[in-house]
């Protein structure tokens, strides 16, 4: 199995090292490298690869912001100098979080969890084309303030519009993300991400009871307890999705 990966780190000689150390693994392969933020966003956009070795403290950007630019996250593997963002880079579900200079017995340890969690995916679904609708395997990065979350699509039982703003429910977290709601239902897949009425998008699978409400129009609650009115003009094609 063949993982491609990038390298963003603002340092040549901090690169350097990672790439020599991932020479002893056959089956990671650097594709690219970027020296800032702005530049790894388009060589990730660009290359789409299933891994990125990611330094958190860089000029401009960090590596968080750099993250919650992306439309689709790939795993990520945290490198860094600074230990006091480890508990925040757990925080956020990295798969691994690499303290500088990098030890060989630690980067072993990564690939491993790595080539776990790449090959568990690789199995159950053979890779989205990278400019198909974001399906709810895909997995997104949030960021809300000092908090930030890898979440899978599939975990988000609804999106709220707030002004230009969208707030994302799964779990009991909450947060506000810069998309609006017409942006974010052009990129999700429709038949898993519906449009409910003019301010919320509500994800079918995490419907618990649906009822008749007025005007012809459709109540829904989800596993989370939120009510959610199906506009009258959304009922129809919802009957039709639903099978009704």
């Known amino acids: 199995m063949s993982i491609k990966a990038i390298i963003v780190d603002d340092e040549r000689l901090a690169r350097n090292e990672l790439r020599k150390l991932?020479?002893?693994?056959?089956?990671?392969?650097?594709?690219?490298?970027?020296s800032n933020a702005d530049e790894g966003i388009e060589k990730i956009e660009t290359l789409n690869p299933d891994l990125i070795f990611l330094d958190i403290q860089m000029p401009g950007k960090t590596g968080f912001d750099m993250?919650?630019?992306?439309?689709?996250?790939?795993?990520?593997?945290?490198?860094?100098?600074?230990?006091?963002?480890?508990?925040?880079?757990?925080?956020?579900?990295?798969?691994?979080?690499?303290?500088?200079?990098?030890?060989?017995?630690?980067?072993a340890d990564a690939i491993q969890k790595v080539m776990f969690e790449i090959s568990k995916e690789k199995a159950g679904i053979n890779g989205n084309i990278n400019r198909g609708p974001l399906t709810d395997n895909d997995q997104v990065f949030v960021k809300d303030g000092e908090r930030c979350w890898f979440v899978k699509l599939g975990e988000v039982r609804l999106f709220e519009s707030v002004g230009n703003y969208a707030r994302v429910f799964f779990g009991t977290n909450k947060p506000l993300i810069l998309k609006s709601l017409n942006a974010l239902e052009e990129r999700l897949d429709d038949r898993i991400f519906f449009r409910a009425n003019r301010k919320h998008i509500i994800n079918l699978r995490w419907i618990e009871k649906i009822e008749p409400y007025f005007n012809g129009g459709l109540l829904v609650e989800l596993k989370g307890g939120e009510k959610i009115e199906v506009s009258r003009r959304q009922t129809v094609k919802f009957k039709e999705m639903m099978s009704l």
């Open 22 to 34: 991932l020479q002893e693994f056959n089956d990671i392969e650097v594709i690219e490298e970027a």
């Open 67 to 107: 993250l919650a630019e992306l439309e689709k996250a790939p795993h990520v593997v945290f490198t860094t100098a600074y230990d006091d963002y480890a508990l925040k880079a757990f925080e956020v579900n990295a798969l691994d979080y690499l303290m500088k200079p990098i030890e060989p017995r630690r980067m």
